[in-house]
């Protein structure tokens, strides 16, 4: 058994049956470059590392790749925790009902309502810290160690206020 690396898209095969691939599409037990696949590359019929410029954007390709989905992980995790306890039209029964406290001056019932603002500013702002650690990273490393405060994360999440929009709407129409 072989191992054989495509000249084109340069994937690796292992314990394969050499017969089966033709030497002009295949590297039949080539020697491999001291280097991770992902910087391999066919120069002129040989298998070789990269060189040093092409390596520095396959990284930058990569950091930046690594990024936008750790970004939109935590930012997905902010609007999740959010949505699971109060569901969209629960979101926007409570902007509803605060214009109303505010148009009526009914202070009870915004100040009934001011601490589920509070806490969503508050989860806005622990994402916040997060992202700006995601954005400062310049390596992969430093990503994969920036993310949410977990702690800081689980006691906002202990902090999450009784507010309902049941209660709300009592307080408006007394």
Known sequence: MSTV?????????????TPDFS?????????EPDCPP?????????LVECSPERRQLIDERDLNQA????????ENYLNET?????????????????WLATEQGNQEAKAYIYPLIAWIANGQTLMREAKDKIN??????ELAAA???YEAFALWHQTQ????NAGAEELLNG
Not at 23 to 31: F, G, H, M, R, T
Not at 38 to 46: D, L, P, Q, R, T
Not at 161 to 164: A, D, E, L, S
């Open 5 to 17: 690396v495509n000249k084109q898209t340069l994937e690796r095969r292992e314990s394969v049956n």
């Open 23 to 31: 030497p002009e599409e295949w590297w039949i037990n080539p020697v």
């Open 38 to 46: 992902k910087y391999w590359e066919n120069k002129n019929g040989e």
């Open 67 to 74: 990024r936008h989905e750790q970004l939109q992980f935590v």
């Open 82 to 98: 959010v949505a699971n306890a109060y569901p969209d039209y629960s979101q926007r029964n409570f902007l509803l009902q605060l």
């Open 136 to 141: 400062a990273a310049t390596t992969l490393e």
């Open 147 to 149: 993310d949410y405060d």
């Open 161 to 164: 206020p009784n507010v309902t």
